[in-house]
């Protein structure tokens, strides 16, 4: 039981290359974390099936928690859960707006245009904000204009 | 069942594969710089999908490496629909094919969501919320554009008529639909789920669509047009220097 808190803790440090603030816990990536004779067998999901960050997000964990419970690890990709952005923790958001980033609201299985058009500015906090594109820097934001403070701002994008 | 499940699986793979890399031609030549970013995000998408179908291929039985069978099959092989070869053309018509073929994905994935084939079921869910944002795209962009004046509403009424009997052959039927009622309602089902969905979009649009058309169909049984054959030469000129490669 107490390796798997270390391999917990050990996770923590793991953040995720394109939002350097969140770690893949508060991304709501890790799905499984089971220890065998055989090691430590860690089970993730990416965001969006075409993230880049992937390979690297899956090297970066198994040598996090290799080095700091000196047992061989295996990352695999877990087929059998999707992510979907009511994975992401409540600090998770926190944290995002303090990096600048509008968090995705809580969705209920179907993405309303009302969740995207009008999103709360992570610097002034208006609503007074439209949607410039549902594209953005990465497959996982969305870009929005702030008409109260006249600055441009990016949204995780809420997905289902 | 396994090989009619596997024509299905490649022809999604190959219609993903090829459009995410049309759409990828407009990386640094967009109308403005939300439209570049739009495509090239469009085009990431659709590699990452077309390389989960080409790995859920791999583990059904006699698969191959995702890479090879990407890149090293002769043109006959592939079954992509004739819409995904065309060049991409002006932007009016990417812009119409994005549309008309993200609206049939979205109809397809859908109904995936209840196939009795796991990884497709499994990965169904996964792409339907991505594709969801393909689609909020090209609707805003489609009725704006069809409403833009005369000049923008000539141009997109000619897109669409250009575009609309490539569009039908994506539901080109497959060797054996019925044999696969399980796992999708096949083609022609897709196709009336299809034209319920973009008909709302074309008429806030103010466009209309063309009369009798000839669908173009082959593409499903390796019949492409010379564009196809041209992208391939180019897409997988490095792979083919040295397939063996580890990148």
Redesign the interface.
Known sequence: MDTIKAIYASLEKVMDPEIPVLNVLEMGMITDVQQDEKGIHIKMIPT?????AISVIRQSISDTVSKDLHLPVEVSVD??I???SNRLTETAKEKLRGFGIAAPPVHHGE?E?DM?LHVTCPHCGSDNTFM??????T?CR??HFCRQCGMMFEQF?P?? | MENLIKELVTKMADDALILGHRNSEWTGLGPVM??D??F???A??????A??LYRMLQDMEGGQDPDQFAFLRPASEYKCCHLTEMPIGTYEFSLMRHFLFDHAETVRYSSLLESSFL?LR??A??????L??HT??ADAWIIQLGKGGAESHEKMQAALDSCFPLAAGIFEPGPDDGGLSDVYPGEKVLQERWMENIYPVLTKAALNLPGEVTPAYGGRYGQHTPYLHALLEEMGEVFRQDPAAAW
């Open positions: 969006f099936s075409a993230c880049p087929a059998a999707q992510w979907n993405i245009a995207l410039r594109s549902p594209f953005g820097a497959l969305a870009m994008k997905l289902t | 939300e439209e970013i739009a090239s995000s469009m990431q998408d659709k590699i990452g999908h390389w989960a990884p499994q990965l869910q996964k792409v339907k919320g991505e969801k944002y909020l795209h």
